[in-house]
């Protein structure tokens, strides 16, 4: 069975820190990419992160570059969010997703709809 597990998750305070991790089982881990998005509530679920198991290529939405990294371990297959600089807009809960992404310089899909496995979420909660 594939399963993604997030963990992680917490409360902080403005300008803390947090890693998530999302422990992948049941596919094989490095032809996928994994997305990282968030739901606050109310608001639609939006990206945030992303990488490609096959070559480690990596982006974030512009919100959080500079302040969230996204890394993988093909060995542990496990992906972490290291998120500094916390804010509290940056409270929501936190989910991982996989997608078909195989070979070098494969495409990264940022639709959640693309995403095939979903992991459940992990609260991550900033206060001010």
């Known amino acids: 069975d594939v399963q993604l597990q997030a963990s992680g998750g917490g409360s902080v305070q403005a300008g803390g820190s947090l890693r998530l991790s999302c422990a992948a089982s049941?596919?094989?881990?490095?032809?996928?990419?994994i997305g990282w998005f968030r739901q606050a509530p109310g608001k639609e679920r939006e990206g945030v992160s992303y990488?490609?198991?096959?070559?480690?290529?990596?982006f974030h939405t512009d919100s959080v570059k500079g302040r969230f990294a996204v890394s993988s371990d093909n060995a542990e297959n496990t992906v972490y969010l290291q998120m500094n600089s916390l804010k509290p807009e940056d409270t929501a809960v936190y989910y991982c997703?996989?997608?078909?992404?195989?070979?070098?310089?494969?495409?990264?899909?940022?639709?959640?709809?693309?995403?095939?496995?979903w992991g459940q979420g992990t609260q991550v909660t900033v206060s001010s």
């Open positions: 997703a996989a997608v078909f992404c195989s070979g070098f310089g494969c495409y990264i899909n940022t639709d959640p709809h693309a995403y095939y496995y």
């Open positions: 049941g596919f094989t881990f490095d032809e996928y990419a």
């Open positions: 990488i490609s198991n096959s070559d480690h290529r990596t």
